[in-house]
């Protein structure tokens, strides 16, 4: 997890100036998928998991200040690896990480500051953008969500299963158009995950100077 940390840190040069930096060190908690699963998550100037066939979110709110963020960037790592697997694919649909965008009309922003994650996602009018590293698909295809009510999820692939360091600059409007038609709402969340319990398998990972624009 060390050399993840120090790798994550060398790419902050490659991070925008001008965006907003979030913060792993406070605010995170973990919300378990299963009874018997959970992730190690290590929360600081990064946030680290290790994901040994295992499965598990890490969420944070977004300060109100930032609900109207339509970019984002980071870095990431991956010094252990998932196999390739299908995405798409209900229960067999492992990844090393990804980064989760949650999306609610502006009208209704207000009302579910205080919401937990799990009130998000059983939420009909919460729209979910998950950036992964992982799978065998192309960057930047699109892949419905196989989880939740229909229309809700997306998954956009943007790495394949592999190990390596590299940093991404998604705009996450015109990703939000892509994926549900029309314009984005309030980001009123965030949220990342590492999944390891389908092919029971070992993840070591990392992101980083996350900023949101």
Do not use: C
Request: glycine fraction near 12%; avoid cysteine; hydrophobic fraction near 40%.
């Amino acid at each position: 997890m060390r050399f993840l940390l120090s790798t994550a840190l060398a790419l902050a040069t490659t991070v925008s100036a001008t965006a907003g930096p979030v913060n792993f060190s406070t605010g995170w908690q973990e919300q378990r998928l299963s009874l018997f699963s959970s992730n190690d998550y290590s929360f600081g100037q990064n946030l680290g998991l290790v994901s040994d066939g295992s499965v598990s979110i890490a969420w944070s709110r977004v300060a109100r200040t930032d609900w109207g963020s339509s970019g984002a960037a980071w870095s990431w790592t991956v010094e252990q690896s998932v196999p390739a697997t299908d995405l798409s694919r209900k229960g067999g649909d492992d990844r090393n990480i990804s980064l989760y965008f949650v999306f609610v009309p502006e009208s209704i922003a207000p009302s579910l500051e205080g919401a937990n994650i799990r009130s998000l996602l059983g939420n009909d009018d919460v729209r979910i953008i998950q950036y992964a590293w992982g799978g065998n698909h192309s960057r930047g295809q699109v892949i419905p969500s196989p989880y939740g009510p229909q229309g809700q999820g997306v998954t956009i692939a943007l790495r394949q299963a592999g190990t390596g360091a590299f940093s991404e600059s998604v705009d996450l409007a015109a990703d939000y158009a892509r994926a549900f038609g029309g314009e984005k709402g309030a980001l009123v969340g965030l949220a990342v995950s590492g999944d390891s319990d389908d092919t029971d398998t070992m993840i070591r990972a990392a992101i980083g100077n996350l900023s949101l624009r």
